[in-house]
């Protein structure tokens, strides 16, 4: 099971392009890497999945080079409204997939006027 | 059209009382799941069903039971309550035939035990 490590806190500002880098050094063979996004009084969302190079949708883009130890999530010009924690995670519990996210502390993520 | 709703949304009962918490999803999905958040906002999985059975039991006091009766419902009941306990407690699901790593949670419930 992969540990993930990412930044406490960033602070943005409106427009701006953030990027969230997450190590996941000892990420498994069929590992995935999931983004989360939590924002205060909800349940985590998820964002955006990944296995290597690049991939986009509608909110954000994560990349993830070729030896996966690491992956950055990109959100275009934020705003106000993506203030939230963001998670990064390295895959569940490896081969038994049974579901088990482990989650990290996060990145809060706070964006500024 | 909410997908996993829980209720109550807010809970809050004196220590030694027994409560419960309901999940519901409406998307069909096989497998549901109770996390545990709490005041430092670490987020940790609790339980996992798959089709009404037990998956995961992540070392949880057995005052926490859940019930599955079917597969649309997961409920959280918790014995003799402690001041421990008080945390978001959120709900999840994930679909059959992908990575379950795609979880949908539902909107919380924060227990507040005095």
């Known amino acids: 099971l992969a540990k993930t490590t990412q930044p406490i806190s960033m602070d943005s500002y409106e427009g701006q392009e953030v990027n969230i880098t997450c190590s996941h050094n000892n990420i498994a063979t069929n590992d995935y890497i999931t983004w989360y996004q939590q924002f205060p009084s909800q349940g985590p969302r998820f964002i955006i999945q990944g296995y290597k190079t690049k991939v986009t949708n509608e909110v954000a883009s994560l990349f993830i080079p070729a030896d996966r130890k690491s992956s950055t999530l990109s959100l275009p010009r934020v705003s106000l409204s993506d203030t939230a924690v963001y998670y990064c995670l390295g895959g569940t519990d490896g081969s038994s997939n049974t579901g088990k996210l482990i989650f990290g502390q996060g990145t809060t993520l706070q964006v500024k006027p | ?114």
């Open chain 2, 1 to 114: 059209d909410t997908a996993v709703s829980q209720t109550p949304k807010y809970l809050v009962t004196q220590m030694g009382n027994d409560k419960s918490i309901k999940c519901e999803q409406n998307l069909g999905h096989d497998t549901m799941y109770w996390y545990k958040q709490d005041s430092k906002k670490f987020l940790k999985i609790m339980f996992s069903y798959n089709n009404k059975e037990l998956i995961i039991n992540e070392t949880v006091p057995n005052r926490f039971s859940p019930k599955s009766p079917d597969k649309a419902h997961l409920n959280l009941h918790i014995n003799s309550l402690e001041l421990g306990d008080s945390a978001v407690y959120f709900c999840a699901s994930s679909p059959p035939g992908t990575s379950t790593d795609t979880q949908y949670f539902g909107p919380g419930t924060r227990l507040t035990v005095l």
